[in-house]
């Protein structure tokens, strides 16, 4: 069984510039959250996906953070303008149904400079 | 506030040698506790999951162990390889409608030869 895919494994971007992440979830796996992972900290949940409907993203930054999940499979995950502080490890993971157990992919270290 | 706490931040311990990590808690009710590895560069990988009533869980050489009264739980590491150089995460859910994840902040292990 494929796991969590995601791209690109690495981005180093100037502050102010954009940057968009990709996630593939396990086949049939309806739920997908995205986390921020800063160095030295353990994984902060910045939005959850059932199928393409948001469940919670209360600790999305939506003046500069945006995601989707449109047809309930794929995700994007975009930071508009960056800032320093978004320097971080952003992960996917999927789960088959919101409550089971998580898949983390190999994350996106995004280095902002 | 639910909160997960873990130490030693860090451990440098000789291959070969046995190690315990620990995890304090003050998520109550939980569901489950669960062990996650995660090596430099990847995402988390789960090692053991417990429910509240379990209170031993093995997998190789990694043991969990759970202590529901002083809301403690332990990640032993028998004969220690270099290979188990990693972060190592204790995550609880809460028994609730949302069932997230509540991370701890991980403790990073060293092994050398």
């Known amino acids: 069984e494929a796991g969590v895919a995601q791209s690109p494994r690495y981005k180093i971007i100037e502050k102010r510039q954009s940057v968009a992440f990709w996630c593939n979830p396990i086949?049939?796996?309806?739920?997908l959250y995205w986390y921020q992972q800063i160095l030295g900290q353990g994984p902060k949940l910045l939005i959850q996906f059932q199928n393409n409907g948001v469940v919670d993203d209360s600790q999305l930054p939506k003046d500069r953070f945006s995601a989707e999940r449109l047809k309930g499979v794929d995700s994007t995950l975009k930071i508009q303008p960056a800032k320093l502080e978004d320097s971080a490890v952003y992960l996917c993971?999927?789960?088959?149904?919101?409550?089971?157990?998580?898949?983390f992919g190999p994350g996106t270290r995004l280095t902002v400079t | 506030k639910n909160q997960v706490e873990q130490s030693p931040q860090s451990l440098i311990i000789l291959e070969g040698k046995n190690c315990t990590l620990q995890?304090?808690?003050?998520?109550?009710?939980?569901?489950?506790l669960r062990w996650y590895k995660q090596d430099t560069g990847r995402g988390p990988v789960s090692l053991t999951i417990?429910?509240?009533?379990?209170n031993t869980k093995s997998n190789g050489r990694y043991t969990a162990t759970l202590d529901a009264d002083t809301k403690q739980s332990s990640l032993h590491i028998t004969a220690s390889q270099l290979s188990d150089s990693a972060s190592y995460i204790c995550?609880?859910?809460?028994?609730?409608?949302?069932?997230?994840?509540?991370f701890g902040t991980g403790t990073r292990l060293k092994v050398l030869a």
């Open positions: 086949s049939g796996h309806a739920t």
């Open positions: 417990m429910t509240f009533s379990e």
């Open positions: 995890c304090n808690y003050t998520v109550s009710p939980f569901s489950n």
């Open positions: 993971a999927s789960s088959l149904v919101e409550g089971t157990e998580q898949y």
């Open positions: 995550v609880v859910t809460p028994i609730s409608g949302t069932y997230k994840y509540i």
